[in-house]
């Protein structure tokens, strides 16, 4: 062992000892993590992946915004004076991220595919790929927090509540855990701009990604009709009493808890006093959308499969803190482990819980510190039994 002490990586050894490979988006976060390391002596590898082309995911001529991200990257790097690869992973993408996307829609769901990449392609296929090349870690732009103490490791959010991206990292196993770096987690994204301005990266005013990457329009159904051809049927809009109120295109432009862009009008001799509709139920094998009133979507009980846990498995009836969307704030309730996977229950009805999604579990005592989570499987509302009953008659 060297008496050297850890380097800021955590590793008993000089930073130019210590060889790192940063996976480089093209954005500002991810080159700001390969400029800090590069300034603080480490041997910094760039690699950057070629997921998708919006050309073909899209059927859009000309589109390739994968492009001006990859010339980012690779500009950055030759700033830097780093080397660069640009790894075609464009086949394993399609495979475990857009298929499943696809696939997910279809059946009625809302699949978040951002953690499926992190769970695949990035702390999966990337990661080996790092290890071959002989690097020490793996490094990422993620606002999230990993920390080692005498309790062993940890998954914590990031201390900039806005960017924090636990909820997408709760697949991280212990394993890649070990072997990944993430060093933004303790900045605010004020802070990574300011570092990137000075180090002059081309990058440092670089707007923030807001849509899915492969989905830069929002539009998800096109996506869908394009990987699917053939697949999507028109169907009915049903009211929960039974009552026909229009028909859509596609039950895959159709999410749980949906209230905007219906598609329809009022209800004749409708109580004014329900409020507005929302989307309460998709049944995707009769192509139906069920609607009805706020109150049918509410929700108690949460159960998730596949799930991943950072602490020890066996942890049961547990109060726990639970975040069951991306912009959702967690909601007290408790954990409890099955077979199938985990059952929450929630102290609150919550609202639009889709199948789909993940439920992502963190400690009550140390709302911090990520006990992990696993994909929404069930979440029976207050309307199931009507919606249960529509199915059948369908």
């Known amino acids: ?41 480490y041997e910094v ?37 780093i080397p660069h690869y640009v790894l075609d992973y464009e086949s394993l993408f399609k495979q ?9 829609y279809l059946k009625g769901h809302t699949p978040i595919p951002c953690v499926r990449c992190n769970q695949t392609v990035k702390f999966k296929d990337l990661l080996t790929t790092a290890q071959e090349l002989g690097a020490d870690c793996l490094a990422t732009g993620h606002y999230v927090q990993r920390v080692a103490d005498g309790n062993g490791l940890s998954l914590r959010k990031g201390v900039d509540e806005g960017k924090d991206q636990s909820y997408f990292l709760f697949a991280t196993t212990p394993e890649q855990l070990a072997y990944v770096r993430f060093p933004l987690g303790g900045m605010t994204k004020d802070e990574t701009r300011t570092l990137a301005r000075r180090y002059d990266l081309i990058v440092s005013d670089k707007p923030d990604s807001q849509d899915i990457c492969f989905v830069p329009n929002g539009r998800y159904g096109d996506v869908v009709r394009k990987l699917r051809p053939g697949a999507v049927d028109e169907g009915d809009i049903i009211h929960l009493d039974g009552s026909k109120l229009g ?5 895959i432009d159709y ?9 329809i009008g009022g209800r004749k001799d ?3 006093s329900e409020g507005p509709l929302y989307v309460v139920g998709i049944n995707a094998a009769a192509h139906q959308v069920i609607v009805g009133p706020k109150e049918a979507l509410a929700v108690r009980d949460v159960y998730l499969s596949d799930c991943n846990w950072l602490v020890d498995s066996h942890m049961t009836d547990r109060a726990v803190l639970i975040r069951l969307r991306n912009t959702g ?14 059952h929450l229950q929630l102290d609150e009805p919550q609202y639009g819980v889709a199948c789909g999604q993940a439920g992502v579990v963190y400690d009550a005592a140390d709302p911090m510190m990520v006990l992990g989570g696993g994909w929404i499987t069930s979440a029976p509302t207050m309307a199931e039994e009507n919606i249960a009953s529509l199915m059948a008659q369908a």
């Not at 002490?5 to 390969?34: C, I, Q, W």
């Not at 028909?247 to 039950?251: I, M, N, T, Y």
């Not at 999410?255 to 598609?263: C, D, E």
């Not at 704030?329 to 985990?342: D, F, H, K, P, W």
């Open 1 to 41: 062992m060297s008496d050297i002490g850890l380097n800021s990586l955590g590793f008993a050894k000089s930073p130019a000892e210590t060889r790192v490979v940063v996976a480089m988006s093209g954005g500002v976060d991810s080159s700001v993590v390969a400029a800090m390391l590069h300034d603080e002596g």
């Open 45 to 81: 590898i760039g690699i950057t992946m070629q997921l998708y082309d919006h050309g073909v995911a899209l059927d859009v001529k000309g589109a390739c915004c994968a492009g001006s991200d990859i010339h980012d990257a690779r500009s950055v790097a030759a700033r830097l004076d």
């Open 96 to 104: 475990q991220v857009m298929e499943d996307f696809a696939d997910s």
């Open 247 to 251: 028909r859509h295109s596609g039950v």
């Open 255 to 263: 999410t749980i808890g949906q209230r905007r862009g219906l598609g």
């Open 270 to 272: 409708a109580d004014d």
């Open 329 to 342: 704030r967690a909601v007290s309730g408790r954990l409890m482990i099955t077979e199938e996977g985990a």
